[in-house]
């Protein structure tokens, strides 16, 4: 949730700014913003902001206007904004700049006393130009830099400010008399440091800086960084020294790019046959289940006589279906439950609990307050993370990592099929752990799982029917989805696709509870989405659903069938049948959901909706509860 990135080095910084922004803009895209500082011909330092409401081309637009040969400098902090404090205006775009134009900040997250702090600049006579939370941290900075026991001192001046905010944060600072230097903090919130030859980057993640550095160092908890060409010294916010982790990121800038396809998300849902292989890779040998990357050992995971899972939109759906697994293997009680909520109310949590956390981005706010909250209640936390170092893990017991490569569609394809994959790998986990299925049992699961990333494979092949049938249904105000049993997820995450990319209303149902009420909505020539399960299954399923389809057919309904291949019973009741391969129920998941990924993507172009990548009023990851 915004994105920000710093650079301090002997190149352009403006080209380097827009350049990393870019790869931020996944972000928010609200608004996009530069800040450049340096020192002119005659010796003369200064500090120069532009910045543009929308998307970053936008801005690009306005450097054009402004022209590019003007904003010259070789530190730069930039800002792409989803916005929290203020409208999406250009007076609301970061960076903001201070009263005496020297000091530019960018920030990301919530500062939650700025209400007395923007009211004590007011009262120092300060206009504000803004309604951000922001800006305060702008004025405070440069009063603390010209009077009184910090004037001139940047780096006592920027601690003074960062010990007076509350809440979560990155803020990166510049200003105008130091131009050759950043001071960074965080709280909460990401922000890692790229280390380079003779220039330093910052970013909200790793993404920023890849095209220039593999080395990166991420920061702890309350950490301020401050970087110059060649260094960088991390401090507590007391100012004591303290130690960031280095890491060389083994993602390259070739997965951080779209790699043929017109948008990232088409690029992620055909890599998610590589996402499941890579996120399967490594757990399973000599017949036994591994949780090496976890930290959770073979007693710890006998112990567990419950699971909660706590999460968030798609991750929360991955999560239902880790109800269905690990209630059948293990045979314990599994409650979900959306992470915002949880910790509200009053869960029953003790240290036989497992708290499965998961996220892909590592830093949603609601999962990871979540995430404390069950530690505080002495439960152990497993995070399932896509995101190495980000803060969920950090604060977790233990941690299985997704291994589906950066998603930068906001919309989530490839690291929810890896999320379902790690699921299934921690159910298996327990079930093996303690006992309640035999080791023959856990190898043919595991068969079933190692087949998914080949049918993965066929499935990326209906593509171009999916698209037929989306002409075919031209402009649609509303769809509706229905499953039943571990179909069930998979039409809520169909739904949420549709809803987040083509801003139609969109709902999924358990197909039983139709009759209950959601019946109603079925008038003539309404689209109803239909995931069947395998008739090889659970067979009364099969033939409920059956009778579903023909009672919404009935009064009018266009069926489009998501079925098994061979499952010729569903024939007569689908206006449109997508097939799938055969697999074990518990598997169809991972095979009904891409189907429905590529409907909500052609939906939405159909709808006009070009960016998929990029849906309005979303971001990637959502910093703020
Ligand atoms: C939907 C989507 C979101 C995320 C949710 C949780 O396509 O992407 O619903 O799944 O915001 O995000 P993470 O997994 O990063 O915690």
């Not at 306005?62 to 409208?87: D, F, N, P, Y």
């Not at 790699?259 to 055909?270: A, L, N, R, V």
């Not at 790690?422 to 190692?450: C, F, H, M, R």
Request: with cysteine; glycine share 8%; aromatic share 6%.
């Amino acid at each position: 949730m915004c994105g920000i990135v710093g650079y301090v080095g002997g190149r352009q910084a403006l080209d380097l700014a827009v350049d990393a922004l870019r790869r931020m803009e996944y972000r928010g895209y609200d608004s996009a913003g530069i800040a450049l500082v340096g020192t002119d011909e005659n010796g003369e330092s200064f500090l120069k902001a532009v910045k543009r409401t929308g998307k970053l081309a936008n801005l690009e637009d306005k450097i054009a206007e402004v022209g590019a040969e003007t904003l010259t400098g070789s530190t730069a902090i930039g800002h792409t904004r989803w916005a929290t404090h203020g409208r999406p205006t250009d007076e609301n775009a970061h960076p903001h700049v201070s009263f005496d134009n020297k000091v530019a900040v960018v920030h990301n997250g919530i500062i939650e006393n700025f209400a007395p702090l923007r009211a004590e600049l007011e009262a120092e006579g300060i206009t504000l130009q803004s309604d951000t939370d922001t800006e305060v941290a702008t004025h405070l900075l440069a009063l603390a830099y010209n009077d009184g026991d910090t004037a001139g001192d940047f780096r006592a001046s920027a601690l003074k400010v960062l010990n007076r905010l509350e809440g979560a944060f990155t803020v990166l600072f510049t200003h105008a008399d130091h131009p050759d230097q950043i001071i960074a903090a965080r709280r909460s919130t990401p922000l890692i440091v790229g280390v380079g030859e003779g220039e330093m980057f910052l970013g909200s993640d790793v993404a920023a800086f890849i095209e220039h550095t593999k080395n990166a160092v991420e920061l702890g908890q309350d950490n301020v960084v401050i970087i110059t060409r060649d260094d960088y010294e991390i401090l507590n916010f007391d100012g004591t020294a303290a130690e960031g982790r280095p890491f060389t990121i083994d993602w390259d800038l070739e997965a951080a790019e779209k790699g043929g396809f017109d948008s990232f998300m088409m690029k992620e849902i055909h890599e998610q046959p590589a996402a499941v292989r890579d996120t399967l890779a490594g757990h399973f040998e000599d017949g036994r289940v591994i949780l090496d990357e976890s930290n959770l050992s073979q007693s710890d995971l006998k112990s567990f006589n419950q699971v909660f899972v706590v999460a968030c939109g798609s991750a929360y759906h991955s999560g239902l279906l880790a109800k269905y697994a690990i209630e059948h293997w293990v045979r314990i009680p599994v409650q979900i439950e959306v992470a915002s909520e949880f910790r509200y109310r009053d869960p029953v949590l003790d240290e036989r609990t497992l708290v499965l956390a998961i996220s892909q981005s590592g830093e949603t706010a609601d999962t990871l307050e979540a995430v404390r909250h069950a530690k505080s209640q002495g439960a152990k936390v497993l995070a399932v993370c896509n995101t190495n170092g980000s803060q969920i893990p950090r604060e977790s017991d233990a941690v299985l990592y997704t291994h589906a490569g950066p998603e930068i569609g906001v919309a989530s394809t490839k690291a929810f099929l890896a999320q379902v994959v790690a699921n299934y790998i921690v159910g298996l986990a327990l079930a093996q752990a303690k006992g309640t299925k035999y080791p023959d049992e856990i190898s043919d699961i595991w068969a079933s799982l190692e087949e998914i990333p080949g049918k993965v494979e066929e499935v990326l092949a209906s593509q171009e029917e999916v698209g037929k049938l989306t002409s075919a249904l031209g402009a649609v105000p509303t769809m509706l989805f229905l499953g039943r049993g571990v179909g069930f997820p998979v039409a809520l995450e169909g739904a949420l696709k549709l809803k987040e990319l083509a801003y139609i209303h969109a709902e999924g149902f358990a197909a039983g509870e139709l009759k209950h009420g959601p019946i109603a909505l079925i008038e003539d020539g309404l689209p109803v989405v239909v995931v069947v399960p395998s008739p090889h299954g659970v067979k009364q399923l099969h033939s409920k659903i059956v009778s579903n389809i023909q009672e919404i057919r009935a009064r009018g309904a266009k069926t489009i069938v998501i079925a098994e291949e061979g499952d010729t019973a569903v024939e007569p009741y689908a206006n449109w049948l997508i097939r799938i391969p055969a697999t074990p129920s518990i598997m169809q998941p991972l095979l009904a959901t891409v189907p429905l990924q590529f409907l909500a993507a052609d939906i939405a172009r159909e709808c006009g909706n070009e960016d998929i990548d990029k849906p309005r009023n979303l971001a990637k990851s959502v910093t703020v509860e």
